[in-house]
């Protein structure tokens, strides 16, 4: 069998995995993308937190991937990343600073993952770059849209690769439910409204181990006013974003995903109403509006950090159906018919979607009378595709790919830009307590 | 002078989980225990088998002669897990019979699968919560927290750093009069009728382990321990006994039917 270049690579993005039969040519493709050996690119790690232990992870589990450095300013963050690398016999150098590790490593490596707290993330992808390196960065690109908007500068100067760590863009799951049977299919119709939340139960600020406390020389070295600002820096205006940023970028960036077209409003509500000592709203709601080519089309999301009531979650509502979905299965994964709805049966026969669940009797009381509305609520089709990888695993492959064989990012900077600037407003919205007004121009970098 | 103690909770691996600290101060001894957490929950999410994409989904997903690279955390619980299967002669099965021993676990590749001849189905409730709970106390000495008790639900726990008087629940325990226990950088683990019923399957009959009315093993590894206690629950007496003379530091409390409590290892 073989394939042409185009093929391949759809097939190797679809099936995530390298043909062997086309192994010569993908090795062929891939020295243009890639500087060194394609099959085994060298990588280093900016920020060894919560988050960079998870894409850790994953990139382990990734084949012909390398970790050669890691650079984080907090030792404690660094001796964890160095000793789990070891274990998987990746001997790693470590650095405080990312400039150190850009100038001693450039030569050897081919990425980095940066996953710093969003305010340094600009500063550190555009070092790579300018360095000749890709970069996968975490979201959200950054708490500034002018430093945002540097990082789509810088790759396009450069022609580095900029990957934005929006992973639901690369889960095959909703790429089912989005591209398949949302925009392939049809099948819950016009899309008017969406809504989605990510919703938490009160927490207590972040700790740290008494013996990695840093110092205040070091903190004030990089820019950080307390242990607890470090620590908790996502709710703090200086380094972060807030919750609406945090969390809601995630779901926020998918109704581009199902409209094509940018937000042309947001209204929202939110305030410090619960945590006295936080500056940024622990929650909010907001309405945006999309001029879509179907017709306008509204989203509704709210971030709450005081309830962990319906958790996370993401509903696409159709004049046929509803697909409710979530980045953990058990949390969503199913179409709702719309009762005048066609028939779906159909798209079962076909294997887009499974077919309904028989209603399940809520008690078997011989002098209950029949539930119609236990009746009526079922009628749940599951999604047939499953996500078995953790759930950063083929963003990463797919940024992997892009080097190896110029398959397409899923959310590059571009992308995350956009995003960017949709989920930022809603800070300024709530602030002013205005609407907002987009213009499409916005979000150009 | 009695030490303050602290202790918090927290659901997960469908239980709710317990850490109770002493020698710190409260907001101090609450951010550890959150870490505790997040590790509890960052192996769940390795060990879960009703999550396709952690490491024992994808496992289980495979078919015969496939393999998959998994967390360096999932190929140490299998190893327990497969120590545990033959110091018990294969009566602690995480596949209950349906073919453990097709397992590959592959520590230079850093993968687990399945042997060309057929695939087994993995389900680690039996050793998970245990082995959550020794990566748990690994966290706890980056906090210089050395006194503390966890505790995975109503079934493991872990005591660290002093001697903890623990209460032994359950009404086998009350019968046979072990109701407490003193441990020490030990973790106890037991299984019996009583939580959910009969509920360990015995992987060579397919039928409910029914030879005691109740189990517990003590031993300084809480995975171990949590194995331990499912698979005497199916050994007999004089099988524990060799176990744990030829594994020190092993203790095992068993009720017999009569009620009687046989104490091996003490
Ligand atoms: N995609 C996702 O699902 C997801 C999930 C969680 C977090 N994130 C993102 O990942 C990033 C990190 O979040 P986290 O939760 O891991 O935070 P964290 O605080 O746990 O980790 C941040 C790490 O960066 C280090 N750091 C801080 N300043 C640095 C600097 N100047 N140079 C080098 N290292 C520095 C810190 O020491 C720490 O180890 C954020 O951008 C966040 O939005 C993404």
């Known amino acids: 069998m073989e394939l042409n270049r185009t093929q391949f690579m759809q097939t190797a993005a679809a099936a995530g995995t390298l043909l062997a039969t086309t192994k010569a040519r993908a090795v062929e493709n891939a020295k243009l993308a890639a500087k060194k050996n394609p099959d085994q690119l060298n990588i280093a790690l900016i920020g060894a937190g919560a988050q960079g232990r998870i894409l850790t992870e994953s990139c382990l589990k990734i084949p ?127 899309v008017t409204n969406a809504t989605a939340q990510w919703n938490r139960a009160k927490t207590e600020d972040l700790g740290w181990p008494k013996k990695y406390e840093m110092g205040a020389d070091t903190l004030a070295k990089y820019g950080y006013n307390s242990m607890t600002e470090f620590r908790n820096w996502r709710w703090y205006k200086k380094y972060g974003g807030g919750p609406i940023v945090d969390l809601g970028s995630h779901q926020i960036d998918l109704f581009e995903w199902i409209w094509g077209v940018n937000p042309k409003s947001v209204i929202a509500s939110g305030g410090v109403d619960y945590y006295p000592n936080h500056e940024w709203y622990d929650n909010v709601m907001c309405i945006y509006e999309y001029d879509t080519p179907d017709g306008m089309a509204r989203a509704y999301y709210e971030t709450l950090t005081t309830t962990g009531h319906r958790g996370f979650s993401e509903a696409f509502r159709g004049v046929n159906g509803t697909i409710e979905i979530a980045e953990v299965p058990q949390r969503g994964n199913s179409a709702l018919r719309e009762a005048h709805a066609p028939d779906w049966q159909p798209y079962a026969e076909k294997g887009l979607i499974n077919s309904v669940a028989a209603p399940i009797a809520k008690t078997t009381t011989k002098n209950v009378a029949v539930d119609v509305r236990v009746t009526a609520e079922a009628g749940a089709w599951p999604l047939p595709v499953e996500l078995t990888k953790p759930a950063h695993q083929p963003h990463l492959e797919n940024f992997f790919n892009a080097i190896r064989y110029g398959t397409p990012l899923n959310c590059p900077g571009e992308k995350g830009y956009e995003t960017a600037v949709a989920v930022l407003a809603v800070n300024r919205a709530v602030a002013s307590g205005q609407r907002i007004e987009f213009n499409p121009s916005d979000f150009h970098a | 002078m009695r030490e303050p103690v602290h202790s918090f909770t927290h659901e997960a691996m469908t239980t709710t989980f317990e850490v109770i600290i002493a020698g710190q101060e409260h907001a101090y001894a609450r951010q550890a225990s959150a870490a505790v957490f997040r590790e509890v929950e960052r192996i769940n999410n390795l060990l879960n088998k009703y999550d396709a994409g952690s490491d024992i989904g994808q496992v289980n997903l495979l078919k015969a002669d496939e393999r998959v690279r998994v967390s360096i955390e999932t190929l140490e619980c299998l190893e327990k897990a497969i120590w545990a299967y033959h110091i018990s002669g294969g009566l602690f099965d995480p596949t209950i019979g349906t073919g453990f021993h097709e397992l590959v676990v592959d520590r230079s590749t850093f993968s687990v699968g399945w042997k060309k001849g057929g695939k087994g189905e993995i389900d680690l409730g039996g050793i998970g919560k245990g082995f959550a709970i020794d990566k748990a106390a690994e966290i706890l000495k980056d906090w210089g927290v050395d006194k503390v008790v966890i505790n995975g639900g109503t079934s493991t726990v872990l005591a660290r750093g002093k001697e903890w008087d623990l209460g032994v629940g359950g009404p086998w325990g009350t019968k046979a009069g072990f109701t407490s226990v003193h441990l020490k950088n030990q973790a106890l683990s037991g299984s019996g009728t009583e939580v959910k019923g009969a509920h360990i399957i015995n992987p060579k009959t397919g039928k409910p382990a029914t030879r005691h009315l109740a189990a517990w093993a003590i031993h300084p590894s809480a995975a171990t321990a949590d194995a331990l206690s499912t698979a005497f629950m199916m050994m007999a007496p004089e099988k524990i006994k060799l176990l744990c003379a030829a594994n020190p530091g092993t203790v095992a409390f068993v009720v017999a039917p009569d009620e009687s409590l046989i104490k091996i290892g003490v």
């Open chain 1, 64 to 190: 012909g991937i390398r970790f050669i450095a890691i650079c984080d300013i907090w030792d404690y963050s660094q001796r964890y990343s160095q000793r789990y690398l070891k274990k998987y016999g990746h001997e790693v150098n470590v650095y405080e600073d990312y400039q150190e590790l850009i100038a001693t490593e450039k030569d050897k490596l081919d990425a980095v993952v940066i996953a710093s707290p969003d305010w340094m993330h600009a500063e550190h992808a555009n070092a790579c770059m300018n360095a000749g390196l890709h970069v996968y960065s975490e979201k959200e690109m950054s708490n500034s849209l002018e430093k945002a908007a540097s990082m789509v500068h810088t790759a396009a100067a450069t022609g580095q690769l900029l990957q934005i760590g929006h992973q639901r863009r690369s889960n095959p799951r909703y790429i089912h439910a989005i591209e398949k049977l949302i925009h392939e299919v049809g099948l819950i119709g016009t």
